[in-house]
């Protein structure tokens, strides 16, 4: 034989994904046709059977290393849940043997099961950990203020429970709105749910607290100072999300908005006052030189923004 079969074994996978020469095409065809150990090489090579079969014990290896990881999660979950069960135990006894009954007893289950939802759910569900972890988390920090309230005979659980759902959807909406199950059915609308959600919450929240203080005297206010806010916060997404301006132009555009909506919230302060000045609490509110400075910068970087984006579209052309 011309060649040696070493040379021709480094030249075989470039002649069998033909990217090789003519010229080495030629040379391994000749060699193949005088050894037989090369043309079996060779066709070891184009059998796609062992590919898969190392596909398949990739897969296998890969399903068997989580099967064994999931359960030491489980395991080490039971343990963790043993141990939380200990003080529990240790405080129904407590409680019965003073003759107290079954009444701080709830409290301490409940902070347990706080704790709990953080730990021993991440390491006890298969799927979906974040989702249902955080959900655990929200009911039972609900439970434990609705327990503490029920033990108390106080009537501040829902000022309590809407501030606190509030504060978590804040929190944890970004995160869950991104993964599994919830980001299979919010698609390409995450940041539109996530500012439902931080409104829905918000309203929830102030509707309790109107409710708590009452109605008369907090909602005059409550209406005048929130709703601007709020629909400043949606015009800021709205702009930033939606327009298709570049980011001098939205930022031109957010002022201007935040000036209009600061005119409404002077609107707005005329009925607020009348009623919080019976409370003795201050209030102020913008003034029409302030709104109109304010609406006249944004104009200002809107425009700058608009011309830069009408002079660089103008270049890209010209380039075309």
Known sequence: MKYNCDLISDLLPLYKDDICSEVTKKIVEEHLAECPECKKMLADMSDVTIDEKIVKEKDE???????FFKRKSAFAGSIIALIFSIP???CLIVNLATGAGLTWFFIVLAGILVAASLI???????ENKMFTTMAAFTGSVLLLLGIIAIYTRGSWFLVAASSTLFGLTMLFAPFIAFRR???AYLKNHKGLAIMSAYTVTF?????CIGLYTGMKTFAPMAFAIAMPLVAMCWA????IRYLRFNACTKVGLCIISSGILSGVLSMLAGNAEKVVSNTGVSYSTPTLPLMLSICGVGILIAGIGFLI????GGKKNENK
Do not use: D
């Not at 309203?203 to 509707?207: H, L, R």
């Not at 984006?309 to 660089?312: A, L, N």
């Open 61 to 67: 290896v890969i399903n068997s290393q989580a099967k």
């Open 88 to 90: 529990i135990l240790v």
């Open 120 to 126: 021993i759910v991440p390491l006890m569900v298969p």
């Open 181 to 183: 199950p919830v980001n």
């Open 203 to 207: 309203a929830f929240m102030m509707f």
């Open 236 to 239: 800021f997404f709205a702009i």
């Open 309 to 312: 984006g009408m002079f660089k």
